[in-house]
């Protein structure tokens, strides 16, 4: 659909430019200029791009993003299923459909430190009751044991975000027509076959969306990981790597190299994620 | 006010939409645009209403180049086939949330909204919302949001195409009333032939894009200009059959000949499309000179009073609508007759040539 | 092949209904012939699609038992019951080709691909599909689209009910008539049941051969096209049925004659003694196509003429009687109208039905 133009309706637009600018694209370009020069009590130098060799040769750095990659991927893994899976038990109409949703949201209305901080408690095997009720059937200590680490960190971001897959795919159901369960019933197709022929198809966009969020929020995640363990058990993930790196060793020029790579990356893989969702909505068109 | 479209083309994503339209509606007068899906009815309204800009020509007003001139600039309302209302409002505030925008006084509000509410029979709704009102109400208080302003041009795009058929039905008498006593300048778009004769007024019939003939209604359904016009404007549509005059007589394809009826005495010997319409083939024959048709029957659809015969003739498909109810089944043979007084001409590019004479004084 | 009986039905979607008005459908029993091609015909809200939704199964009745060829289905799943049901707007599953949709009921249950094979290909030619079998769905018009659930249904040869809920909603209007000829092929061929919801008359009354007229959740008549339209047993069947409907008039009963404004009105043989005394309002129907203007000298009730409008292949006439009450006849394109002063109206014995408390008396 065509509407009449406007010339002078750019320059409506014109303070939103100067925002975006001052809020998102001028501090980008600080870090750009500090990964090319090695700025230092005012003096500073052309490095070119040494210390971008030095993060991608840098161990420390490999490892993070190993782990960050093995971390982004257990956790949609179990989100996106989970999350669907519990769309789909929930009642399509009805009093308790909201009470469902309400008590579903409460996790994601919790700060992020404060997540942590709960699961630090509630993972102790002494006090906390996760932690104590774990350690009856087995050894579980998450402050000792990689494994338990990574567990309990696992557990803690499933029980923060599943929500949000849960609620937007329950959106997503919503959207299917009541016919279509009623000719599928007629048609004798069995539950799988309805989820694998309806609810799937129609809920295409919805998860492109929500594996595009929990990706990306998933693969920026700090303040939880660092409040429970604080980077110990191989539980330093990237931008905690990050954070090593600019707070304790003032390493500035690595730090913004770092940066830019860390911010190719997410840009790249939701580019990705991105045309995989355009391609989405051209099938259903 | 007088609307023009001047030569107006409207080419979207190089698919064209509306090819080179011209037409002038004049002050007060209620106009149906009669398309099927797809004919450009929309886009033509679009055109009118400002929401779009033509590719080329002009969108003329009192003499007045408007071409470009926003939605908003102009004095124009439109009424939907979705039954558009604010759900949050009650019927009154709906019907009356065109005047808060243009600050007219309270008291003036309440009696005007009043007034629109009473003439479209939904003044003891006032208070409700929308959602609790039946799809005919609903209806009914777009129509009045419409109606309540005094707007220049009235847009109304198949109002009526989402209501229950009796619904449609009372509805539509009800608004060639309502009309009659307007100055604005209304535009009605619809698909149905019927619809389009009770509304009155003047049609201009629309295919693939392009208009094909406008004049007033009764008119253009009785002397369609061309053979779009008759499969547009007529349910079911305008049989065609290829024919043939020579010397000795009306051939269809061959076989018998017949006499001409008198209103093709004119028309020089060669081939043409003969049209006529269903109403005017009868099972049994209704006077001496009446030609008689053989063909194959598909199916018959009886309404109740009448029935509709679906036939074949060689690879041309007729419907023939008869008084009384008629039983046939797939493949009976059957001869028609048809009445040569109430036969169409039409020439090799499609257009009228000669058509029934003149129609008695009363149907003015 | 079904035969389905209905008895003592009845539904409301109330946990505890405390009047009939609690009801989407008030106590019925009816029994619907093996083969034949029946329309539920009704406006918004009359319990049309409830009827079909319990027949189907989708909806069980809190009242009364469904029968199929003698059986109870009253209480059974619907893919359990031989029927197939096509609903208002195209159910296609996306994912799948014309050929998978088709063959999909039958996967379900478990057939061999060959035999799965013939039927999709047999209903496909049936539904002029064959072309389109190894295409997409998605991509297809609606017309199509309605096909391909049509066919999902025919594709199993268990079924001997089809059911349509307003299958001709999203169709545009030169392409209604293709489906519905090819819903009668279908019929005449196949021996099929068919029960087909609407409120429109038109589809209605060329659909089927019984019509089933439902009213604020009562079955009002059930007859051929014909006897709706000549003899209506209730005056929501005359309003409802035909364009424009039925004129009704108040009217009092004088020695074998109706009196309206004054002036007698003959009934036909015996229709008066059969009134009952103690009806509340009596009133007398006629269809403007059977009203007619009176001839050169023949009686008739004087009438003044208000308006008449072209309709293209007739024309309709509102006249006032002297009482002010207004009456339409629906007359052929070509007959002249009198003019005012000498308009009487003549009412045809036959065709002047009289009731008494809106039902017919004949």
Redesign the interface.
């Known amino acids: 659909?065509?509407?009449?133009?406007?010339q002078g309706a750019w320059l409506m637009v014109l303070p939103v430019v100067l925002i975006v600018s001052f809020s998102a694209i001028v501090p980008l370009m600080t870090v750009v200029n500090y990964s090319f020069q090695d700025i230092l009590y005012g003096t500073s130098s052309w490095v070119g791009t040494e210390f971008y060799t030095d993060v991608l040769t840098d161990d420390a750095f490999r490892r993070a993003l190993g782990r960050q990659f093995l971390f982004s991927g257990i956790v949609l893994l179990i989100e996106v299923p989970l999350g669907v899976g519990v769309a789909l038990c929930m009642p399509r109409r009805g009093a308790v459909v909201s009470a469902c949703l309400v008590l579903m949201a409460l996790p994601l209305l919790i700060p992020w430190p404060v997540v942590g901080t709960i699961w630090q408690i509630f993972g102790r095997p002494d006090i906390g009751l996760f932690g104590w009720g774990l350690n009856t059937f087995m050894d579980y200590n998450y402050t000792g044991d990689v494994f338990d680490a990574w567990m309990t960190m696992i557990v803690m971001e499933v029980w923060h975000w599943t929500s949000l897959v849960v609620l937007l795919s329950y959106a997503g159901l919503q959207s299917v027509?009541e016919?279509?369960y009623?000719?599928?019933?007629?048609?004798?197709?069995?539950r799988f076959?309805i989820f694998r022929?309806?609810e799937l198809?129609?809920l295409k966009g919805v998860l492109m969306i929500a594996v595009l969020l929990r990706f990306m929020d998933s693969f920026k995640i700090y303040a939880e990981p660092f409040t429970l363990t604080g980077g110990g058990n191989q539980t330093t993930l990237l931008s905690q790597q990050l954070s090593i790196k600019v707070i304790e060793q003032s390493d500035y020029g690595y730090a913004a190299a770092y940066s830019i790579i860390y911010f190719l990356i997410i840009l790249l893989l939701s580019y990705v994620f991105y045309i995989g969702l355009l391609n989405v909505g051209k099938?259903?068109e | 006010m007088t609307l023009s479209l001047d030569h107006v083309r409207k080419v979207v994503n190089g698919q064209p939409h509306i090819y080179d339209l011209s037409l002038t509606v004049k002050p007060g007068s209620f106009n149906v645009l009669l398309g099927l899906t797809l004919a450009g009815k929309t886009s033509t309204m679009r055109l009118m209403a400002g929401l779009d800009k033509p590719t080329s020509g002009r969108v003329v007003v009192n003499d007045r180049d408007v071409t470009g001139v926003p939605v908003q600039k102009r004095n124009v309302a439109m009424v939907y086939q979705q039954f558009i209302n604010y759900p949050a409002m009650t019927v009154f505030d709906n019907i009356a949330s065109p005047l808060k925008i243009a600050r007219i006084s309270k008291t003036e509000i309440r009696e005007r909204v009043h007034h629109e509410a009473e003439r479209l029979h939904i003044e003891h709704l006032l208070d409700r919302l929308p959602g609790e009102l039946s799809g005919g109400q609903q209806q009914r208080v777009a129509m009045a949001r419409a109606l309540v302003r005094d707007v220049e041009l009235l847009l109304m795009d198949e109002p009526l195409v989402n209501l229950d058929y009796k619904l449609r039905e009372e509805l539509r008498e009800e608004m060639s009333e309502i009309f009659r006593e307007r100055d604005s300048i209304v535009v009605y778009a619809t698909t149905d032939p019927m619809e389009a004769l009770t509304l009155g007024g003047n049609t201009a019939v629309l295919d693939r894009g392009r208009l094909v003939q406008y004049g007033a209604t009764p008119e253009v359904y009785h002397r369609p200009d061309s053979i779009p016009v008759t499969q547009v404007f007529s349910d079911p549509p305008m049989n065609i059959l290829d024919g043939d005059i020579s010397d000795d007589g009306l051939t269809f394809g061959g076989g018998e000949r017949f006499q001409p009826p008198d209103h093709f005495r004119d028309l020089p010997h060669g081939r043409y499309r003969i049209g006529i319409r269903p109403s005017h083939v009868k099972v049994n024959p209704q006077t001496d000179v009446d030609l008689p048709i053989e063909g194959n029957v598909d199916v018959a659809e009886v309404t109740g009073s009448e029935t509709f015969i679906h036939m074949r003739r060689g690879n041309s498909e007729w419907v023939v609508q008869d008084d009384g109810v008629h039983e046939y089944h797939l493949g009976d043979k059957l001869t028609v007759y048809v009445d040569p007084a109430h036969l169409f001409a039409f020439g090799d590019d499609d257009s009228l040539v000669a058509s029934p004479g003149a129609r008695s004084a009363h149907a003015a | 092949m079904a035969r389905i009986d209905l008895k003592e039905l009845a539904h409301s979607y109330m946990a505890m209904p405390s009047g009939p008005e609690d009801y989407a459908l008030r106590r019925m029993d009816h029994t619907w012939e093996d083969g034949g091609a029946y329309a539920l015909l009704g406006p918004s809200g009359c319990g049309k699609t409830t009827l079909l939704n319990i027949i189907s199964g989708l909806v069980k009745p809190s009242e009364g038992q469904v029968l199929f060829n003698g059986q109870e289905v009253t209480r059974l799943e619907p893919e359990h019951r031989n029927i197939a049901q096509v609903f208002q707007f195209p159910v296609i599953y996306d994912t799948m080709t014309v050929r998978q949709n088709l063959g999909f009921p039958l996967k379900n249950r478990g057939m061999e691909p060959s035999y799965i094979q013939e039927r999709v290909e047999t209903v496909a030619d049936m539904l002029g599909l064959t072309e389109s079998l190894d295409r997409k769905a998605v991509g297809l018009g609606a017309d199509e689209k309605q096909k391909i659930s049509m066919g999902r249904g025919l594709v199993r040869e268990d079924v001997g009910a089809v059911l349509f809920d307003e299958p001709l909603t999203v169709i545009d209007p030169h392409m209604k008539w293709q489906l519905r000829r090819k819903l009668k092929e279908l019929h005449e061929t196949l021996d099929l049941t068919l029960i087909y919801v609407t409120h429109d008359q038109i589809e209605a009354l060329t659909f089927a051969d019984k019509v089933v007229v439902l009213y604020g959740g009562k079955v009002v008549q059930l007859g051929t096209p014909q006897e709706l339209f000549e003899e209506p047993a209730h005056t929501f069947v005359g309003y409802f049925i035909g364009s424009p409907g039925m004129n009704f008039m108040d009217c009092r009963l004088d020695n074998g004659a109706a009196v309206v404004d004054g002036h007698r009105i003959d009934l036909a043989e015996g229709v008066a003694d059969r009134a009952p005394g103690d009806a509340k309002q009596l009133e007398l129907g006629i269809r403007p196509e059977f009203l007619r203007f009176a001839d050169e000298g023949e009686e008739g009730v004087p009438a003044n003429v208000d308006d008449i409008r072209d309709l293209g292949n007739f024309q309709i006439v509102t006249v006032t009687m002297g009482d002010g009450r207004r009456l339409q006849l629906k007359m052929d394109e070509e007959k002249a109208v009198p003019s005012s002063d000498n308009a009487r109206l003549v009412f045809p014995p036959q065709w002047t039905k009289l009731y008494a408390d809106s039902e017919l008396v004949g």
Do not use: L, T
């Open positions: 659909m065509e509407r009449p133009v406007n027509p016919a279509f009623q000719a599928a019933r007629i048609d004798g197709a069995s076959a022929n309806i198809p129609k099938e259903q």
